[in-house]
């Protein structure tokens, strides 16, 4: 590189920065390419941002621009260093595979199309840097989306770990009104016997209409089987998507469903009735929220227990009464919010600690947190958004 391309020290600044960004700890073992697009997306946009900038401070003589060239150089090469050790302490933290040489290649190998821009002159590195960052946003993946593909999300939930004891009963979408749909699932729900069962969940569903195997499975273990579980769909496409479009349709759903199961529970003549529960995941832990409020300001004492597992950032209380949450501590979903760009996420007390936990930095954690979700559900059970059994074994029994 000769004294004419050495980058202006704010190009330098920026680039650094962007990957410092990039390179900061994640709460999930990662994807090398994700890694690689990450480093390279953020690096370019620095170096675009330090480009800018340097048009309006004047250039420094070339050895001061060689200097910050080549200590920028080195201090990315450190972090990427410590990136790849944090990333080894969460695979063994979680017992998968270590990395190797070929993950560390393409991990590193976007950044250097950041790093021939940067070397190019001015007008050909802005253009580059540019290219860089737009081309590795848009061959970023999209975040993981709870299962819903191949057989319906109505069989899966009555099908997949039932028992011959098994009571579900499932509402799937149609162009009903919501109030309608709810009783008829209600209606439902009794016609099969649920009166007669010692308790009753209302589980309410995720984006894409799925309800959780393990929890289901861990409802009727905890349950003995003495229980019917009902569920309506509110929507058919990713739980994210479904999420960033609007949370009110499975607010809406879950309130009818609650609504109609209270009323129908009230009305009947047997001594015994059913105990009400609630419990949602991800976005069905969103609607359970909004129908355990509800019944606490329209139909009090009316409610058993609330169960929220994995509900977005700021979605959900985490101190309701006669509520339990569930988070793991390397679950991105129940960290990620805009906030995270200048303050560190609130969480549950009760969260656990199943991975080394990433310290917060401003912007960083907000980019780290965005990152991680692209792969949270790739996981077992008790890690990233993944959750088990244990919503279902987390049930009380409440008084009769």
Same mark, same amino acid.
């Given at each position: 590189?000769? %004294?004419?391309?050495? /980058?202006?020290?704010?190009?330098?600044? #920026?680039?650094?920065?962007? =990957? @410092? &960004? $990039? +390179?900061?700890?994640?709460?999930?073992?990662?994807?090398?390419?994700?890694?690689?697009?990450?480093?390279?997306?953020?690096?370019?946009?620095?170096?675009?941002?330090?480009?800018?900038?340097?048009?309006?401070?004047?250039?420094?003589?070339?050895?001061?621009?060689?200097?910050?060239?080549?200590?920028?150089?080195?201090?990315?090469?450190?972090?990427?260093?410590?990136?790849?050790?944090?990333?080894?302490?969460?695979?063994?933290?979680?017992?998968?595979?270590?990395?190797?040489?070929?993950?560390?290649?393409?991990?590193?190998?976007?950044?250097?199309?950041?790093?021939? %821009?940067?070397?190019? /002159?001015?007008?050909?590195?802005?253009? #580059?840097?540019?290219?860089? =960052? @737009? &081309? $590795? +946003?848009?061959?970023?993946?999209?975040?993981?989306?709870?299962?819903?593909?191949?057989?319906?999300?109505?069989?899966?939930?009555?099908?997949?770990?039932?028992?011959?004891?098994?009571?579900?009963?499932?509402?799937?979408?149609?162009?009903?009104?919501?109030?309608?749909?709810?009783?008829?699932?209600?209606?439902?729900?009794?016609?099969?016997?649920?009166?007669?069962?010692?308790?009753?969940?209302?589980?309410?569903?995720?984006?894409?209409?799925?309800?959780?195997?393990?929890?289901?499975?861990?409802?009727?273990?905890?349950?003995?089987?003495?229980?019917?579980?009902? %569920?309506?769909?509110?929507?058919?496409?990713?739980?994210?998507?479904?999420?960033?479009?609007?949370? @009110?349709? $499975?607010?809406?759903?879950?309130?009818?469903?609650?609504?109609?199961?209270?009323?129908?529970?009230?009305?009947?003549?047997?001594?015994?009735?059913?105990?009400?529960?609630?419990?949602?995941?991800?976005?069905?832990?969103?609607?359970?929220?909004?129908?355990?409020?509800?019944?606490?300001?329209?139909?009090?004492?009316?409610?058993?227990?609330?169960?929220?597992?994995?509900?977005?950032?700021?979605?959900?209380?985490?101190?309701?009464?006669?509520?339990?949450?569930?988070?793991?501590?390397?679950?991105?979903?129940?960290?990620?919010?805009?906030?995270?760009?200048?303050?560190?996420?609130?969480?549950?007390?009760?969260?656990?600690?199943?991975?080394?936990?990433?310290?917060?930095?401003?912007? $960083?954690?907000?980019?780290?947190?965005?990152?991680?979700?692209?792969?949270?559900?790739?996981?077992?059970?008790?890690?990233?958004?993944?959750?088990?059994?244990?919503?279902?074994?987390?049930?009380?029994?409440?008084?009769?």
């Amino acid at each position: 590189m000769n %004294a004419r391309t050495w /980058p202006h020290p704010l190009v330098t600044a #920026g680039t650094t920065a962007g =990957a @410092a &960004i $990039a +390179l900061a700890p994640g709460s999930l073992p990662r994807e090398s390419l994700i890694q690689g697009v990450l480093l390279a997306a953020f690096a370019g946009i620095g170096a675009l941002i330090g480009m800018l900038a340097s048009r309006f401070v004047p250039w420094p003589a070339a050895r001061a621009r060689k200097v910050t060239a080549v200590a920028g150089g080195l201090v990315i090469v450190a972090m990427f260093v410590q990136m790849i050790w944090w990333q080894l302490e969460l695979r063994w933290a979680l017992g998968t595979e270590t990395l190797d040489l070929g993950w560390v290649a393409v991990a590193a190998a976007p950044s250097g199309v950041v790093a021939v %821009a940067v070397a190019l /002159p001015s007008r050909i590195r802005m253009i #580059g840097a540019v290219l860089a =960052a @737009a &081309i $590795a +946003l848009s061959v970023a993946p999209s975040p993981a989306g709870a299962a819903g593909a191949g057989e319906s999300v109505a069989h899966k939930f009555t099908a997949v770990g039932a028992q011959s004891t098994s009571l579900r009963v499932y509402g799937e979408l149609d162009t009903r009104d919501v109030t309608d749909r709810a009783q008829n699932l209600v209606k439902r729900w009794q016609a099969a016997g649920g009166m007669h069962r010692s308790a009753v969940v209302v589980a309410v569903p995720t984006g894409s209409g799925w309800v959780d195997p393990d929890a289901l499975v861990g409802i009727e273990s905890r349950m003995a089987g003495d229980v019917g579980v009902i %569920a309506l769909q509110y929507s058919d496409i990713p739980s994210w998507q479904a999420f960033l479009s609007s949370s @009110a349709p $499975a607010r809406d759903s879950a309130i009818a469903v609650t609504a109609a199961l209270i009323d129908a529970v009230n009305r009947s003549a047997s001594p015994s009735r059913p105990h009400i529960y609630l419990y949602g995941q991800s976005l069905g832990a969103v609607g359970a929220d909004a129908a355990r409020q509800w019944a606490q300001d329209n139909r009090s004492g009316a409610l058993c227990h609330t169960v929220l597992a994995g509900a977005p950032a700021g979605t959900a209380s985490l101190s309701a009464p006669s509520t339990t949450v569930l988070a793991n501590g390397s679950d991105p979903v129940v960290r990620w919010s805009p906030r995270l760009i200048w303050q560190p996420p609130a969480l549950a007390s009760g969260i656990t600690h199943d991975l080394p936990t990433p310290p917060w930095l401003p912007v $960083a954690g907000f980019v780290q947190a965005s990152a991680d979700l692209i792969g949270a559900l790739s996981f077992p059970a008790g890690h990233g958004h993944q959750y088990g059994t244990e919503q279902g074994h987390v049930i009380p029994f409440c008084p009769r």
